[in-house]
Nanobody
Framework: QVQLVESGGGLVQPGGSLRLSCAAS????????MAWYRQAPGKQREFVAH???????TYTDSVKGRFTISRDNAKNMVYLQMNSLKPEDTAVYYC???????????WGQGTQVTVSS
């Protein structure tokens, strides 16, 4: 079965950096697109970044120039490098895979990112 496990969250000061990791299993990783979403307290889950199987990336406007999504197909890993963090980036961050043929979304358990001084 599909399993996604995030790690790397924590408490960081404004302007700091974190790198989130997501380990994927149960899928042919090199062939699939992957994404990161986040959910802040009291808000809906929102899209953050996406990477195709060929490495093309897209980002939500609020993180462009600060966040970088990447993947390592040899390790079945997807990463989110977050720089110049702001308090409004505080959220639980989720790794996502959507099985296109059924439009089924798979999620990890999430990792908390808190940006505060």
């Amino acid at each position: 079965q599909v399993q996604l496990v995030e790690s790397g969250g924590g408490l960081v000061q404004p302007g700091g950096s974190l790198r989130l990791s997501c380990a994927a299993s149960g899928i042919i990783f090199r062939l699939v697109n992957m994404a990161w979403y986040r959910q802040a307290p009291g808000k809906q889950r929102e899209f953050v970044a996406h990477i195709t199987s060929s490495g093309t990336t897209t980002y939500t406007d609020s993180v462009k120039g600060r966040f970088t999504i990447s993947r390592d197909n040899a390790k079945n890993m997807v990463y989110l490098q977050m720089n110049s963090l702001k308090p409004e980036d505080t959220a639980v961050y989720y790794c996502n895979y959507m099985r296109a043929i059924t439009s089924t979304n798979y999620w990890g358990q999430g990792t908390q990112v808190t940006v505060s001084s």
